[in-house]
């Protein structure tokens, strides 16, 4: 059974920053391509970032390039989302995923301005 859990998430003020990480159980985030998605309030869900499975290639929503970073620990079997420079319009639940197939529940982000 895949689970993701992710964690991390809280209220900070804008200009400041945030790491979320989303701990997997029964799938490796080696073998997997991993994102991060997130979804505001009356938004749909928007890609963020994501990592390959092969070789760590990453991408980016243009809305978070420069500011956010995507990375992972095999050993922990754990992705991780660095988020600097956080703006109000950052404010939403931010999901893990495994192959866009495996979710987890979700952890809040609140930016305050």
């Known amino acids: 059974q895949v689970r993701l859990v992710e964690s991390g998430g809280g209220l900070v003020q804008a200009g400041g920053s945030l790491r979320l990480s989303c701990a997997a159980s029964g799938r490796s985030v080696s073998s997997s391509e991993m994102g991060w998605f997130r979804q505001a309030p009356g938004k749909e869900r928007e890609f963020v970032a994501a990592?390959?499975?092969?070789?760590?290639?990453?991408r980016y929503a243009d809305s978070v390039k420069g500011r956010f970073t995507i990375s992972r620990d095999n050993a922990k079997n754990t992705v991780y989302l660095q988020m600097n420079s956080l703006k109000a319009e950052d404010t939403a639940v931010y999901y893990c995923?495994?192959?866009?197939?495996?979710w987890g529940q979700g952890t809040q982000v609140t930016v305050s301005s």
């Open positions: 990592i390959s499975r092969s070789g760590g290639g990453t």
């Open positions: 995923a495994a192959d866009s197939r495996y």
